[in-house]
């Protein structure tokens, strides 16, 4: 079993930058690949991207390259999503998540996750 937390989400204003950070606990941290997902109200969950546990290895949804960058420490057994130039249509309820495999996009490929953080961008 892992337990995840998120912590960093708030309300910011269009053009700010945010960084989520998510803590992990319970089974070993650095056997999982990391992702984040994304979802806004009355929307489905959105995958923002991924990374390997072993070397740091990025694996990005196409709109969220650029603005996006995830990046982990395995000796605090976290994972961070830093987001710049943020938009009013990023506004959403931010999840980190854990897979086995890497290179995954779909959240039934996601065997833990955590209660969700709340980014609200104004305009």
């Known amino acids: 079993q892992v337990q995840l937390v998120e912590s960093g989400g708030g309300l910011v204003q269009a053009g700010d930058s945010l960084r989520l950070s998510c803590a992990a606990s319970?089974?070993?941290?650095?056997?999982?690949?990391m992702g984040w997902f994304r979802q806004a109200p009355g929307k489905e969950r959105e995958f923002v991207g991924q990374?390997?546990?072993?070397?740091?290895?990025?694996y990005s949804a196409d709109s969220m390259k650029g603005r996006f960058t995830i990046s982990r420490d395995n000796a605090k057994a976290t994972v961070y999503l830093q987001m710049d130039s943020l938009k009013p249509e990023d506004t959403a309820v931010y999840y980190c998540?854990?897979?086995?495999?890497?290179?995954?996009?779909?959240?039934?490929?996601?065997?833990?996750w955590g209660q969700g953080a709340q980014v609200t961008v104004s305009s």
């Open positions: 998540a854990a897979a086995h495999y890497f290179g995954v996009s779909l959240p039934s490929s996601y065997v833990y």
């Open positions: 319970g089974r070993t941290f650095s056997n999982y690949h």
């Open positions: 990374i390997a546990w072993s070397d740091g290895t990025t």
